[in-house]
């Protein structure tokens, strides 16, 4: 198992991002949903059972999808690069 897993900030589109990478990917696995409780709502502003985090697995690709808040903002300059075979898949995966 590949100890370290790789976190992904959004403002609060964390759930979106990882319905579009379950859409592509078809070994994809969701390992854990951590939800806001009503515990620190005057720091973090979020609804009670409002997504946190997202644990999931793209093959042996582990990642978080975080809903950090607008402090960071998800760039271009971070990719998950796939490595391909065949014209066929990067047609595939050319989204």
């Known amino acids: 198992m590949n100890p370290f897993r790789i976190c992904l900030w959004f403002d609060h589109q964390a759930e979106q991002a990882v319905e579009f990478y379950k859409s592509i990917f078809q070994d994809f696995e969701i390992e854990n949903i951590l939800r806001f409780s009503s515990e620190g709502f005057e720091h973090h502003g979020r609804p009670e059972g409002s997504v ?44």
């Open 52 to 95: 946190l985090t997202i644990d999931f697995r793209i093959q042996n690709l582990y990642l978080t999808a975080l809903n950090g808040g607008p402090v960071f903002k998800l760039s271009e300059a971070a990719s998950i690069m796939i490595p391909c075979e065949t014209q066929e898949e990067i047609d595939y995966y050319d989204v």
